[in-house]
């Protein structure tokens, strides 16, 4: 699921469409790459760029900072998450552990295969508007499905929840990602503030709960800005929990002088500090394990170069609603994908101008804005700030959780709007503040 942060390469390449091919100077056809691996780069560019970087001041918030549509990946955050969650048949894998530290491992395999989808190209993801919205859906191998439902819950700072659920196999995943966007001069840095939790509801503890784990998420780093070899690192730390292990994760950045790109370390221990696996290699290429109980010689955890993620399947545009992400930025992306950056910055202020109007009636009325899809936990013991509206109980047999799931939001194609779903998230906020009161 990872946030990718700024900058194009100098190296003036013509407008095509990533949809078609284009002919090579003898006529033949060749195929042509996605835009979201070129790295977008031109004087104009390069100028709007420097321009911007002129009136930065190293540790500044960018989260309010207008940035050129060369940039960007041809995809909102709230699909950027769903990268985590395409390597399912692993999280099937360890819900059926019956071991306990085997199935911590398989949760810490599952969380790290992901970090490793991304553009080739330094691109950052379109950032969702208030009140924007994304689901999908995964048929899985086993037959079964996974539903997705994601929501930006805040714009400042931003703040997107998601939920994610493969209610046959009791697997339910909860988090909010917030990126906190810096400049320090010759890179950029999004502080990743966000928390996934993952449950497996039939999984219970000695007092009847959910077997849960915390999952945080590292920062990224764009490195080569103002001179040098632009690339994306991940940095710092990625702690994993459950009730009885834990891990922390160093993403290694490379120094100056010494050191590699990409590199991971860590040690799964438990909570007085026994140490029984070793976590290494790169996050994008091969994570190795050891047994260090055994002291057995490292083996392949994960490979991400021969990995196949399982993409989620998205309804056609034409069922979707109005702020669903990938019809709302439609000319956006169409645009993007056309590397006409000049449309694509029309079609993106008209958006952004849309929403600057609804924060000024907002404020004119006295009303602050309350997610569609997502509530704000009620409970300050909480992990997240947010949850998805709906309680679906995790004891009810998987038929009525399916059924109460596509009734938060259409998911499956040919799925139709109601007139529940067109209640207002203030509407929504008010009728769950009166229950409480009863």
């Avoid at 449309?343 to 952004?352: L, S």
């Amino acid at each position: 699921m990872g946030l990718n942060v700024l900058k194009p390469k100098i190296n003036g390449l013509s407008s095509s469409n990533s949809s078609m091919t284009d002919q090579t100077a003898n006529g033949n056809e060749k195929a042509v790459v996605d835009t979201d691996d070129i790295d977008e780069n031109d004087e104009s560019g390069q100028n709007i760029l420097m321009g911007i970087i002129s009136q930065l001041k190293p540790g500044c918030d960018l989260s309010r900072i207008t940035l050129p549509t060369f940039i960007l990946e041809k995809k909102s955050m709230l699909e950027r998450i769903t990268n985590q969650l395409q390597y399912p048949d692993i999280l099937l894998e360890a819900h059926s552990t019956k071991n306990d530290l085997e199935r911590f491992l398989l949760v810490v395999k599952w969380y790290l295969s992901g970090w490793h989808i991304a553009p080739k190209a330094v691109k950052k993801p379109l950032n969702p508007v208030l009140g924007e919205y994304f689901t999908a859906y995964w048929d899985l191998p086993n037959k079964q499905q996974a539903f997705y439902i994601a929501e930006q819950t805040s714009h400042h700072p931003p703040k997107s929840s998601y939920f994610y659920m493969i209610p046959e196999s009791n697997i339910r995943v909860d988090g909010i990602t917030i990126p906190i966007s810096k400049f320090w001069g010759n890179s950029t840095a999004a502080m990743m503030k966000g928390l996934t939790v993952l449950q497996f509801l039939d999984i219970k503890d000695k007092d009847g709960k959910p077997e849960k784990y915390t999952l945080t998420q590292p920062d990224m780093y764009a490195r080569g800005i103002l001179f040098g070899k632009m690339r994306i690192e991940l940095g710092d730390h990625m702690i994993i929990k459950s009730p009885k292990f834990q891990i922390d994760v160093d993403f290694k950045t490379k120094g100056f002088i010494s050191g590699s790109y990409d590199m991971i370390e860590g040690v799964v221990k438990d909570y007085s500090g026994n140490e029984y696996y070793q976590i290494s290699g790169k996050w994008n290429e091969v994570i190795y394990v050891k047994n260090l109980k055994e002291k057995t010689s490292k083996s392949v955890l994960f490979d991400a170069t021969k990995s196949k993620p399982l993409k989620p399947s998205v309804r056609p545009l034409k069922e979707q609603g109005k702020y669903e992400s990938r019809r709302l930025w439609k000319k956006v992306t169409d645009a993007l994908a056309l590397r006409d950056h000049t449309v694509a910055t029309d079609e993106k202020f008209k958006i952004e101008d849309e929403q600057r109007t609804f924060a000024k009636e907002r404020a004119e009325q006295g009303v602050e804005f309350h997610p569609k899809l997502f509530r704000k936990a009620s409970n300050p013991d909480d992990d997240l700030e947010f949850y998805i509206y709906k309680h679906i109980p995790e004891d009810e047999d998987h038929e009525s959780q399916i059924k109460s799931i596509l009734e938060i939001a259409p998911i499956l194609p040919g799925q139709k709007f109601t007139d529940r779903f067109d209640v207002s998230g203030l509407e929504k906020h008010k009728i769950q503040v009166d229950a409480a009161k009863e």
